[in-house]
Each structure stands twice: as structure tokens, then as C-alpha cells.
T-cell receptor, first 113, second 112 residues
Framework: EAGVTQFPSHSVIEKGQTVTLRCDPISGHDNLYWYRRVMGKEIKFLLHFVKESKQDESGMPNNRFLAERTGGTYSTLKVQPAELEDSGVYFC???????????FGSGTQLSVL | KQEVTQIPAALSVPEGENLVLNCSFTDSAIYNLQWFRQDPGKGLTSLLLIQSSQREQTSGRLNASLDKSSGRSTLYIAASQPGDSATYLCAVESSGTYKYIFGTGTRLKVLA
């Protein structure tokens, strides 16, 4: 069974540019989460999808961040325009049910210069 | 607001030693607690999940306990090996939410 896949693994962009991160969850996992770790801080929740519906986006920093999950399969997280403080590692995780271990991808290291 | 603290921040032990990693949380109204392992440059791997109604979970050399009333969980690693070297993260899902609050982790190094 394939794990959670994220790409790109690294992205270096300049301030003001747009970046789109992609996450492919494990097949059949309805729950999909985005988390982020900025340097030196703990991992923080961004948002949660159940199938294609956003259940909780309370962790999204501001309206420069847009997440989608069309068709309830893969998800994208777009940052537009990117700012310096957006740099960090963006993780995607999925699970079939709520009471189940979370399966994480390897993350996307985003550097905004 | 739920806060999760892990002590110690870093730990170095000789191979074969039994060790305990600590996690404390401020709000006892939790739904689940998970212990994760992260290797450098990799994603997180869930080691153990404890539901709020459970007191402990075991997997191989790992044992995690949960005491909701005192806001604590411990991860016990028996007979540590160099391959156990990694960062261990505790994460708490508060009741009524689907989001985990993470601690900052304990960086473990097991010396051969």
C-alpha cells in the first residue's frame, strides 16, 4: 500500500511569488490534514478535510492560503503571495477514520527568500 | 487552550538502557493521544495511539501510558537500540476537535 505522497519535497521561491503544494493521501482515506512546522516551533494544525469538504480550517494563517480537495482525492495547498514567514515544512496526513493512527507524508520544505 | 509540553528536550543514553519520555497537557478533555517518531528529513510515523478511555498501549519494546486526570502520558522504551535514535513527538486531540496539538518533541540519541 502506497503511503502519503507529497510534492515537491523542496521549494525555494521569492517573496511575492505563488507556490502550490500537493498531497496524495492513502487510497480510501477520507480524512486529510495539513500541518506546518516553522523553524524552531512545534507542528501546528492548518486544516482538515473529510472527503472534499473542509471540516475545520481554523489553523489557516490568513487568506493568502487556499486549500482544495477536488473529488475527495488529492489535495493542494496554495500560498499566494508568499511571505518570508511562510517558510517551513508543510506536512500532509491522512486517516480512514477518526480513531486511527495518522499517516504522514515526508513534507514539503518551503523556503521563501 | 490546549498546550503540550515534552520533557526532556534532548536525551542521550547508552545502548540497552530503558528510558521514559514524558508528555504533559493542560486540558484533560482529550479524545486521543498519539506518540510519533520522526527521523531527520522524514515524515512522522505514528507509534502508538491511546484513546481517552484507555490507560496504556503496547507495541513491541514500546509502552505508552495515559493519565488524563493528571494531564500526563509517558512513552517507555525498553532495551534501547541505536536505531531508536530519532525525535519523539507527543500529540493530543482535544475532545470535540479533529486536530492534534503537538509538543516540541524529545530528541533521543542512543549510543552504541
Amino acid at each position: 500500500e502506497a503511503g502519503v505522497t507529497q510534492f515537491p519535497s523542496h521549494s525555494v521561491i521569492e517573496k511575492g511569488q505563488t507556490v502550490t503544494l500537493r498531497c496524495d493521501p492513502i487510497s480510501g482515506h477520507d480524512n486529510l490534514y495539513w500541518y506546518r512546522r516553522v523553524m524552531g516551533k512545534e507542528i501546528k494544525f492548518l486544516l482538515h478535510f473529510v472527503k472534499e469538504s473542509k471540516q475545520d480550517e481554523s489553523g489557516m494563517p490568513n487568506n493568502r492560503f487556499l486549500a482544495e480537495r477536488t473529488g475527495g482525492t488529492y489535495s493542494t495547498l496554495k500560498v499566494q503571495p508568499a511571505e518570508l514567514e511562510d517558510s517551513g515544512v508543510y506536512f500532509c496526513a491522512s486517516s480512514r477514520w477518526r480513531v486511527e493512527k495518522l499517516f504522514f507524508g515526508s513534507g514539503t520544505q518551503l523556503s521563501v527568500l | 487552550k490546549q498546550e503540550v509540553t515534552q520533557i526532556p528536550a534532548a536525551l542521550s543514553v547508552p545502548e540497552g538502557e530503558n528510558l521514559v519520555l514524558n508528555c504533559s497537557f493542560t486540558d484533560s478533555a482529550i479524545y486521543n493521544l498519539q506518540w510519533f517518531r520522526q527521523d531527520p528529513g522524514k515524515g512522522l510515523t505514528s507509534l502508538l495511539l491511546i484513546q481517552s478511555s484507555q490507560r496504556e498501549q503496547t507495541s513491541g519494546r514500546l509502552n505508552a501510558s495515559l493519565d488524563k486526570s493528571s494531564g500526563r502520558s509517558t512513552l517507555y522504551i525498553a532495551a534501547s537500540q541505536p536505531g531508536d535514535s530519532a525525535t519523539y513527538l507527543c500529540a493530543v486531540e482535544s475532545s470535540g476537535t479533529y486536530k492534534y496539538i503537538f509538543g516540541t518533541g524529545t530528541r533521543l540519541k542512543v549510543l552504541a
